[in-house]
């Protein structure tokens, strides 16, 4: 099973950018559509942007045009660019395959933190 490890978050300012990095602890995920989640304070986890094995790419409604999702296989790792950078957007932020679900193994995450 894949064990994801998620970096790349802090504080940033609104209007800011952070970027985002998903790798694997174990596992491979050159092979797998892999996705970015975020779940802010109180609450559920939900979809923010996915990557297909070949790189098309898809995105929450809230977030096109700001963020970016791209993948580098024989690093072993999916990034997320994030720009412009809204309130709204703090969240602790993970990644998993696309679809992933309660019953799959979650990684720490990441806190992104946007305010003044």
């Known amino acids: 099973q894949v064990q994801f490890v998620e970096s790349g978050g802090g504080w940033v300012q609104p209007g800011g950018s952070l970027r985002l990095s998903c790798t694997a602890s174990?596992?491979?995920?050159?092979?797998?559509?892999i996705a970015w989640y975020r779940q802010a304070p109180g609450k559920q986890r939900i979809f923010v942007a996915a990557?297909?094995?070949?790189?098309?790419?898809v995105y929450e409604s809230s977030v096109t045009g700001r963020f970016l999702i791209s993948r580098d296989n024989a690093k072993n790792a999916v990034t997320l660019q994030m720009n412009d950078l809204e309130p709204a957007d703090t969240a602790v932020y993970y990644c998993?395959?696309?679809?992933?679900?309660?019953?799959?193994?979650w990684g720490q995450g990441t806190l992104v933190n946007v305010s003044s």
């Open positions: 174990a596992g491979d995920i050159s092979v797998r559509h």
């Open positions: 998993n395959r696309n679809g992933a679900g309660s019953e799959d193994a």
């Open positions: 990557i297909s094995r070949n790189g098309l790419a």
